[in-house]
């Protein structure tokens, strides 16, 4: 790590308590260490999974930028959300707590709300503790559950933390009715004016000026979230003809429990795709919202290299949560398969990875507040349910001692080490995958004799606290 006097960046690309006391909590610094930390670049990429290229999840999406950012340092092939919808996962990662601990598991709850997280020190906060600056632009926590507390300003505001998009006219374009935002195609407006460019536009006016002291620099792409509304030459970019659809076996959901039946809600989004013959339409129109996002990741690169701050910055990059398009019969998130539950995140810290290189364990978004403080050289933080990934991003090979869980609703889990799932429902139902054999998790070994250790094993990690979902506050699906 670079010696004192030589400040470091840490650049995170993704997708409680009052302000004022949080120096109280703490206590104040010696004078003038400030100068020896790290910046921060937080960025939150929102419901990417793996379709893109350094991933493969889908062979031909275009995405130069994240696959450039991912030979710079470490892949985490492995990562796995902490709960795989917005809402929860976001308040999980900025606090360092489990939805099972806390209570929020919906998009609905207002997080602060859960006597957990009611007072709970954010990540940002924790940095503004100790000397830094923080800022934030675009979609960080859930759009109705903005955090005013955890920062020094926002943009486009502390309320607002999202900039709107240009609307296409006659929707729904995909022909579906009563979609609401499950809608595709392309929107006639310049890239200038979509709401992503906007919140980059800032974030390279920051990146471009100096600072007094440390910055932590939160900045939120929105797309590929619904609508998948994108200016014509994404579009363009994947011809229909050439769109593959995932391959979905008919009977897949047989051997499935019922509860992760409901969740996959086969009679709701599916079947509407299908009734309408919309499903390489939406698969075109996820890709070129992926790609749309990694123009804008490569702006914000460009400016990071151009700016003071270029020798010397650690790079992060995660979403919030993956994304299905037709697996399992089923659309969007709210489930705990792989295709919900697994991210791309990215390290690159320099004098710690080394470039190019993957490291394949399983780790979870939990893992982010006590890897940044331990980047950043700050105090242990107290109380975070994740661990480090610092060994990992030093030897990508370092193990890890235990399987990472996912959390979808009150005692549903999903546990994955580097081998197997193993699904948990509220109602003691299982299922059981085996990644070197079933990679697609078609079929359930749930009920395999031989797999009975298996099982006990990965049931050892799954979560001891399981607190009921806290009052449901306003705010749906964004």
């Known amino acids: 790590m670079p010696g004192p006097g030589h400040r470091l960046t840490i650049c995170l690309i993704v997708c409680g308590g009052m302000a004022a006391s949080v120096g109280e909590v703490f206590g104040q610094r010696p004078a003038g260490e400030e100068s020896n930390r790290p910046n921060v670049l937080f960025i939150a990429i929102d419901d990417l999974n793996d379709w893109i290229g350094c991933l493969g999840g889908y062979p031909g999406v275009r995405t130069p930028n994240f696959d450039r950012l991912a030979e710079r340092g470490v892949l985490f092939t492995g990562a796995h959300c902490n709960a795989p919808l917005c809402n929860a996962s976001r308040a999980s990662l900025m606090t360092g707590m489990r939805p099972s601990t806390s209570g929020v598991y919906t998009n609905s709850q207002s997080w602060r709300a859960s006597p957990v997280l009611s007072d709970a020190v954010t990540l940002s906060q924790y940095f503004r503790a100790h000397g830094y600056r923080a800022i934030g632009g675009g979609k960080i926590y859930h759009g109705s559950f903005p955090d005013p507390p955890s920062w020094d300003d926002y943009y486009p505001s502390q309320q607002r933390n999202r900039p709107p998009d240009p609307l296409p ?8 009715p009563r979609t609401q935002h499950f809608d595709w195609g392309p929107v006639e407006a310049p890239v200038d004016e979509m709401g992503d460019t906007k919140v980059v536009d800032w974030a390279v006016g920051e990146l471009g000026q100096s600072h007094d002291q440390p910055q932590f620099l939160a900045v939120g792409i929105f797309r590929p979230h619904l609508p998948w509304y994108v200016p014509p030459q994404y579009f363009d970019a994947y011809p229909l003809a050439d769109i593959a659809l995932p391959e979905v076996p008919a009977d897949d959901l047989e051997d499935i429990p019922q509860i992760g039946r409901r969740m996959a809600r086969p009679g709701g989004d599916h079947r509407r795709v299908l009734q309408h013959d919309q499903w390489h339409e939406a698969v075109r129109g996820y890709l070129a919202s992926i790609t749309f996002a990694d123009d804008l990741l490569g702006r914000l690169l460009d400016a990071l290299d151009r700016s003071p701050m ?27 398969w792989e295709e919900s539950t697994r991210v791309p995140l990215m390290i690159v810290a320099p004098g710690v990875t080394q470039a190019g290189t993957r490291c394949e364990e399983p780790v979870s978004l939990l893992d982010l507040y006590p890897t940044l403080v331990e980047l950043a050289g700050l105090p242990a933080k107290e109380g975070v349910e994740g661990t480090s990934l610092v060994p990992q991003a030093r030897d990508p090979s370092a ?38 054999t079933d990679p697609q998790e078609w079929e359930n070994v749930a009920a395999r004799e031989d797999l009975a250790e298996v099982k006990q094993r990965l049931a050892s990690a799954l979560p001891e606290m399981n607190r009921r979902g806290i009052g449901r506050g306003q705010g749906g699906e964004q």
């Open 169 to 176: 006219a006659n929707r729904p374009l995909n022909g579906i």
């Open 310 to 336: 270029r020798d010397n910055t650690i790079i992060v990059l995660w979403s919030d949560h993956g994304w299905h398009l037709g697996e399992k019969h089923h659309w969007r998130k709210f489930t705990l």
């Open 399 to 436: 193990p890890r001692r235990q399987p990472v869980v996912a959390t979808h609703g009150f005692r549903n889990h999903a546990i994955r080490d580097g081998r197997y799932r193993y699904i948990r429902y509220a109602d003691g139902s299982e299922e059981l995958y085996d990644h070197r």
